[in-house]
């Protein structure tokens, strides 16, 4: 392979690749995006585009990235802002170059003031975030004071590292230039996201100017949305599928994903929106029925098959569907333990959504990684299983799928898998290894250390037995029989 970066040769593309309609010329970036990573560049930034391909229009994106290198901007900038979306299952491949993007900012070229400056500019009228659970700094619904990087950002909020310091800062130099209301929108998954991401802006903007954090409440909405479509991080494979699909041109901003996409969001902007229902998106009063949904399901699913199927053997998410032991008591899950803790919305039958979402799981062509989705659990758990969990406790319902998971959890994080080590990402990591280091060999005292910490297992939860003893339970067993028989022996 050569590293030699060459930019698309748009004349020679497949006939096949379709390419944008509308006039990109006239684009402005009236939305901010922060967080430009697979996700985004397939669901939110796709959504626009389609939007643009309906009305045309001045509703560009500008995205915005606080880690990393600015290398793969600079290759974005060098195409125009184009990039290829494959969007693929085992029955079709549909392949375009989007186009709603029309400008970046990375930190570690650009430096924190330009960011700043750009939030305050009087076109932007939409900061939307695709930041990941941790992003957002929230413990107990409330902005995480003790993480320290919140800490660094509190006492230097002219130079923030985090998304939220970033927007704060942006708004009170909007405030500053009296340059108008605006939205911002949380696009991740986790419950309420619209109100949590408020809360923590509010909150870190109260600890440094109580005025602007009166201006906040006044110009600022934060609607939640619940965002959903499979997008898993590139592999080689993915690469080279992309490359065959541009007829041996390389995108290194090229991405592949499903083509199921969902987008439910609060309709609540301070400063205009895009038409995004010419894109299908369903703009409603209340998101929170769909957010909840489909964190149970699909995302609790997603994580039971992460953990359970990692540690059986299984690399990809399809694979755990050609196992009928996984396939099977992932709809028991879904359906049996899930389906009983959640307010549906109205026209939703969830034994199909259930049935619907095995389907999209088995798509052989994602090829998702359960390491993958196995990141971040700390972050990821309460609003997938533990509140459930919760819900079966009061009711005094069977749920032995969700304390399933959470043993698979507490054997993943030990990093060995058939007597060879793996690396767990979580923002807790250090803490977790710590814990496994110094209590791993005794398996009391190490699920009771996983169990104080309290930012992942409430203390309601902990302080009832029919839980803990659940879990020890789930811990051995997986610890003892392997995780693909421990599933098998859910019954
Ligand atoms: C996954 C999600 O990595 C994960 O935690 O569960 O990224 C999932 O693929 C999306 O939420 C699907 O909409």
């Given at each position: 392979m050569t590293n030699e970066f060459k930019p698309l040769d748009l004349a020679a593309l497949p006939e096949n690749v379709k390419r944008p309609s509308y006039d990109r010329k006239a684009l402005r970036p009236r939305i901010v995006h922060i967080g430009f990573g697979a996700f985004a560049r397939a669901h939110i930034a796709m959504h626009l585009h389609e939007t643009l391909e309906a009305h045309g229009g001045d509703w560009g994106m500008r995205v915005v990235e606080l880690f990393g290198t600015a290398n793969l901007f600079d290759k974005l900038a060098a195409n125009d802002h184009l990039y290829t979306l494959v969007e693929t299952s085992d029955e079709a491949t549909n392949t375009r170059l989007l186009g709603a993007v029309c400008e970046n900012q990375h930190i570690a070229r650009d430096g924190i003031d330009k960011l700043v400056n750009g939030l305050a500019e009087p076109q932007v009228s939409i900061i939307s975030l695709t930041i990941t659970e941790k992003g957002y700094c929230v413990k107990s619904d409330a902005l995480d004071t003790d993480n320290p990087i919140i800490q660094h950002d509190l006492q230097n909020p002219q130079a923030p590292k985090t998304a939220i310091g970033l927007i704060v800062a942006g708004l009170a130099k909007r405030k500053a230039e009296g340059n108008g209301p605006l939205t911002v929108l949380s696009c991740d998954n986790l419950p309420h996201n619209g109100k949590l991401c408020g809360i923590a802006v509010r909150q870190f903007a109260a600890h440094v100017d109580a005025d602007l954090a009166a201006w906040i409440e006044e110009n600022v909405t934060f609607p939640s949305t619940m965002v959903d479509r499979i997008v898993p991080a590139l592999t080689d494979e993915a690469r080279a599928e992309i490359k065959t699909a541009l007829g041996g041109q390389t995108d290194l901003n090229g991405i592949i994903c499903e083509p199921f996409r969902q987008w439910v969001v609060e309709d609540d902007f301070k400063a205009g929106r895009p038409q995004y229902e010419a894109a299908g998106a369903q703009l409603v009063a209340d998101v929170e029925p769909f957010e909840e949904m489909k964190l149970r399901?699909?995302?609790?699913?997603?994580?039971?098959?992460a953990y359970l199927g990692f540690l059986g053997g299984k690399e990809t998410i399809s694979d755990c569907m050609a196992d009928d032991v996984y396939a099977s008591h992932a709809r028991k899950l879904m359906v049996d333990e899930q389906r009983p803790t959640l307010h549906v919305p109205g026209e939703v039958d969830l034994i199909a959504y259930a049935d619907m979402l095995l389907k999209r799981f088995a798509n052989s062509k994602l090829k998702h990684r359960t390491w993958q989705i196995a990141s971040d659990g700390?972050?990821?758990?309460?609003?997938?299983?533990?509140?459930?969990?919760?819900?079966?406790?009061?009711?005094?319902?069977?749920?032995?799928?969700l304390i399933l998971g959470v043993g698979g959890w507490m054997n993943y994080i030990r990093a060995e898998r058939n007597g060879e080590t793996y690396e767990i990402q979580d923002p807790m990591k250090d803490r977790l290894a710590q814990i496994v280091k110094e209590q791993g060999n005794d398996p009391q005292a190490y699920v009771n250390a996983l169990l104080a910490l309290d930012n992942v297992f409430a203390k309601d939860l902990v302080a009832n037995p029919a839980f803990t003893v659940a879990i020890h339970a789930a811990y051995a067993a997986v610890a003892e029989k392997g995780a693909r028989q421990a599933v098998a022996d859910l019954g």
């Open positions: 399901t699909l995302n609790g699913c997603h994580s039971f098959l700390t972050q990821k758990m309460p609003q997938r299983w533990l509140n459930s969990v919760r819900f079966h406790l009061a009711h005094g319902t069977d749920h032995r799928h």
